[in-house]
């Protein structure tokens, strides 16, 4: 077996961790060797059998973490990156541009859940996406009068430039 692929920390998979542990020890296999297969310290490894002397199977089993349940299941959550995909304009914006308040107006339609600013910025976060600054450009822009520029007129501005520091730079030594 190699290191155990656990995605996130949801109590399922902790408690399948701990069962599978649970039939190597029943096979015999030392602690230090499960420690090792599950990627967890040694220490955990005796904790969990400790737990499994003392109360059997059910010690061993998940128990669910305190706290409020998520407002949108992870199913919904996973729909956000969709929603994201179609654009601001086809939700009757007049941009394509996306704003967290235009974010919670389309999350609060599509899944009846309000929302906080701050909490729509850490499921963003946790989704994988980021906050990104659209370039900003002239419209008015000419490729080829910016390389007309680059290639003829900067040169010379800089030729000059130096010219004019090394006359200042200078200028105290002739006195």
């Known amino acids: 077996m190699a290191r155990w692929d656990q995605k996130h920390r949801d109590t399922a998979s902790l408690e399948e961790r701990r069962l599978k542990a649970v039939r190597l020890f029943r ?6 060797e499960i420690a090792r297969r599950f990627a967890v310290s040694p220490t955990a490894v005796n904790q969990w059998k400790r737990a499994l002397e003392r109360g059997g199977t059910d010690a061993v089993r998940a128990v669910p973490r305190p706290g409020r349940p ?11 990156s969709v929603i994201l995909a179609r654009g601001a304009l086809s939700y009757g914006f007049s941009t394509d541009l996306w704003t967290i308040p235009r974010i919670l107006q389309v999350t609060e339609a599509e899944w009846g859940v309000r929302y906080d600013d701050s909490a729509m910025w850490r499921i963003l976060t ?6 990104q600054r659209p370039s900003r450009e002239a419209r008015e822009k000419s490729p080829v009068a910016v390389k007309n520029w680059k290639q003829r007129t900067w040169p010379r501005l800089k030729k000059a430039c130096r010219s004019n520091l090394n006359s200042k730079a200078t200028s105290h030594l002739r006195r």
């Open 27 to 32: 096979e015999g296999v030392p602690q230090a």
């Open 70 to 80: 998520p407002n949108v299941p992870r199913e919904k959550l996973a729909t956000l």
């Open 126 to 131: 946790r989704q994988g996406l980021s906050w």
